[in-house]
């Protein structure tokens, strides 16, 4: 039984930076492009970042281009976010996904396996 985990979420000041790693176990990431979404109270469910399985292309929502980067090791089976120069507006639930392709979809529902989320938290 194969598992999404998110990690390295927490609560920085505007400004700051985090790191989240989304690791796999029971099954391998290296043929998955993997997203990167977020959920804030009250909203609906954004995707805000993917990367192919290679991880030659990569794709940014506008809100974070700049600020946030994705990548990933294959061979440690693990897709990072590096996340920087952090906004309050970035407090959200952040969940990595696979899809079931190695290039990224368009639509959110192409996404298949989920992880169950890690918080970040941006207050002064």
């Known amino acids: 039984q194969g598992q999404l985990v998110e990690s390295g979420g927490g609560l920085v000041q505007p400004g700051g930076s985090l790191r989240l790693s989304c690791a796999a176990s029971g099954f391998t990431l290296d043929d998955y492009a993997i997203g990167w979404f977020r959920q804030a109270p009250g909203k609906e469910r954004e995707g805000i970042s993917c990367i192919s399985s290679s991880g030659s292309n990569t794709y940014y929502v506008d809100s974070v281009k700049g600020r946030f980067t994705i990548s990933r090791d294959n061979a440690k089976n693990t897709v990072y976010l590096q996340m920087n120069s952090l906004k309050p507006e970035d407090t959200a639930v952040y969940y990595c996904?696979?899809?079931?392709?190695?290039?990224?979809?368009?639509?959110?529902?192409?996404?298949?396996?989920w992880g169950q989320g890690t918080q970040v938290t941006v207050s002064s």
């Open positions: 996904a696979t899809a079931a392709i190695g290039s990224c979809p368009l639509l959110l529902r192409e996404y298949d396996y």
